[in-house]
């Protein structure tokens, strides 16, 4: 090694020891004659004291070898800021190991730069304090949970990252094979089948941190490539797989953020969930909850409200506590807010402070009898605002209360930031409608009805329920799972209920259905979405600060400029233009399968 010493290892009982350190010039200080250095390394910082002759040609960023002599600061001198602030190394030796140039990005912790310079210069960006411990939170996270899984027995298996394009979920990254010109391989969403082949294959309980990639339209912190604790367990029941779940989870808080997760974490069901907090990932740490007036306004002549209740939908409110004291001109900003999401507004009434008299544009729309009951069904209070949404379809309507559920908390300061959370929200739909008036799978294809559902679930799709289950922390889903179907005959019925045709399913998924032949045994599993679990664990406002190399919203790498067009010649080597052989779809009921969803984080 080229030190002896880790700069931030240096204490007052090393005073009197000779140490060779290693690292970056973080900060330099003249005093006529003699030059002070905070040397930074991996570990931290110490202060280095230079004769001027010496380190005159030192500057910011400097990578350099010092030799030196650890004694104790003068009294009063000391840095009770820093770990090593009772001691400094008197320096005997300097060799300056690179040289910096002046620096694009301050190696500041005080200075903040934006986002596109950090990560075209994020090698710089990573020497800053906040970033790097990023970055070692997530290794631990890693040694955490793998710790958690070892203890009981899984096995770390990695499947490929070369497989075949799937019909469902999101739209695959996809690499052509020079060997087959005009084929082409797709990198997996997730491992969601290979996995359960592996259950097919004996291997019984399998984990792996596995990189997932989705082509998907670029919104707001998320990546084209992500990663997740990616968990599969043979002969369990839901419960076993929660259990797992919470004791990863519980590892990683009390170690990682010094929290006690009380267990079991609450449990509330997919329809509770969106009816108490319009939403199936629900920040508990607030109680706003959402009160349905359906069979309340029933009879009221408000165009609004009575036309989605003849629809056979949904009129609901949620309370903005203090919200009358609001002027006008805020209150109906929350029109504009609405129309952002989508929704045609959000109609408001505000309750006098005094009398708790209801105003505003929809209390001249409602009988006197609806105004008079309203505080009570909605369990306003004086000085409250009521907002109300409605539609003929419930769940839209739910959704827009809760998410001006989630805006109220902020604007009316509700949010303990220093709080956690958790729920789980279980017994999720198997099926919602299309655009299209067909059905599509909630969380994924492979994953059961529940034993109530299971040999019936085509008489009601829109009430079949899952064995599905997803963990919320502070309105996050952090991870989520299910238990598989492992019967061919009742996966081949999810095949059909979805639109998926005999002969599309054997092309697609024959191989799945060819291992369902041979004893394949009950099995579930789940997912952690893991830049979201670090990134709440490192308190950071986004995934990009828990990933080392992270892209921007639009999917652009500004370090190494990715993506980029390809040359001409390379084109034709990868037979990107190439028609494929009639052959080569011969092969496609056997092909290796890709994951056509992950498990939902």
């Excluded at 010109?181 to 082949?197: D, I, V």
């Excluded at 919470?246 to 329809?271: F, Q």
Aim: with cysteine; glycine share 10%; net charge negative.
């Amino acid at each position: 090694m080229i030190r002896t010493h880790d700069a931030g290892s240096l204490r007052a009982t090393d005073a009197g020891t000779t140490v060779t350190l290693a690292g970056w010039v973080a900060r330099r200080r003249d005093h006529g004659g003699v030059i002070f250095v905070d040397l930074r390394d991996g570990s931290g910082v110490v202060q280095v004291v230079f004769r001027e002759e010496d380190a005159h040609a030192l500057r910011n960023e400097f990578c350099v070898k010092v030799v030196g002599e650890v004694t104790r600061r003068p009294d009063g001198n000391e840095n009770p800021e820093l770990p090593t602030g009772e001691v400094e190394v008197t320096a005997a030796e300097l060799e300056v190991l690179s040289e910096a140039a002046p620096l694009p990005l301050p190696v500041d912790d005080q200075v903040e730069a934006g986002d596109d310079i950090r990560l075209k210069y994020r090698y710089l960006d990573l020497r800053r304090s906040g970033p790097a411990n990023a970055l070692r939170l997530r290794s631990r996270a890693s040694q955490l949970a793998r710790g958690v899984l070892h203890e009981r027995d899984f096995l770390e298996i990695e499947t490929p990252t070369l497989t075949r394009s799937t019909p469902e979920g999101a739209r695959d990254f996809l690499v052509p094979v020079r060997l087959q010109p005009g084929s082409w391989y797709a990198l997996p969403q997730s491992p969601q089948l290979f996995k359960q082949l592996l259950m097919v294959g004996g291997m019984e309980r399998y984990y792996q941190i596995a990189r997932c990639y989705r082509d998907e339209d670029f919104r707001a912190d998320r990546q084209p490539e992500f990663t997740q604790l990616d968990i599969e367990m043979s002969f369990v029941t839901e419960d076993d797989v929660i259990d797992l779940g919470e004791a990863i989870v519980s590892a990683l808080w009390k170690d990682l953020a010094g929290h006690e997760i009380t267990r079991p974490i609450p449990r509330i069901t997919w329809h509770d969930a969106m009816a108490r907090y319009g939403s199936d990932k629900p920040d508990l740490r607030y109680g706003v909850e959402l009160t349905e007036l359906t069979e309340y306004l029933r009879g009221t002549e408000f165009r609004v409200f009575a036309g989605a209740i003849d629809a056979g939908g949904y009129v609901g409110a949620v309370v903005m506590p203090g919200g009358a004291a609001k002027s006008r001109k805020e209150l109906d900003g929350w029109q504009d807010w609405a129309k952002a999401r989508g929704a045609r507004g959000l109609a408001y009434v505000v309750l006098d402070a005094e009398t708790g008299e209801a105003r505003g544009p929809v209390a001249k729309n409602l009988s006197a009898e609806h105004l008079g009951g309203l505080a009570d069904a909605v369990g306003a209070k004086p000085g409250d605002a009521v907002f109300f949404a409605a539609s003929a379809n419930a769940r839209e309507a739910q959704e827009l209360l809760g998410a001006a559920r989630v805006e109220i908390a902020k604007r009316a300061g509700l949010i303990d930031e220093s709080a956690w959370a958790f729920c789980w929200v279980v017994d999720a739909p198997m099926f919602e409608k299309t655009d299209e008036g067909g059905w599509t799978a909630v969380h994924h294809p492979f994953t059961s009805p529940n034993a109530e559902w299971v040999d019936r679930f085509e008489e009601a799709p829109d009430r079949a329920l899952a064995y599905a289950y997803d963990i919320v922390c502070n309105g996050n889903e952090i991870g989520g799972g299910s238990i598989r179907i492992h019967r061919g005959d009742v996966q081949k019925r999810v095949f059909d209920l979805l639109g998926i045709t005999p002969e599309e399913a054997q092309d697609k998924f024959g191989f799945l259905l060819e291992a369902f032949k041979y004893g394949a045994p009950p099995h579930g599993g789940i997912a952690f979405g893991w830049d979201r679990v670090c990134m709440l664990l490192a308190g950071a406002d986004s995934i990009r600060e828990v990933i080392a190399f992270p892209k921007t919203r639009g999917g652009f790498d500004p370090l190494t400029g990715a993506p980029t067009p390809i040359t001409a010649q390379q084109r034709a080597e990868a037979g990107i233009d190439a028609k494929p052989k009639p052959a080569a779809t011969a092969h496609a009921g056997t092909a290796g399968p890709a994951a056509p969803v992950a498990d939902p984080v």
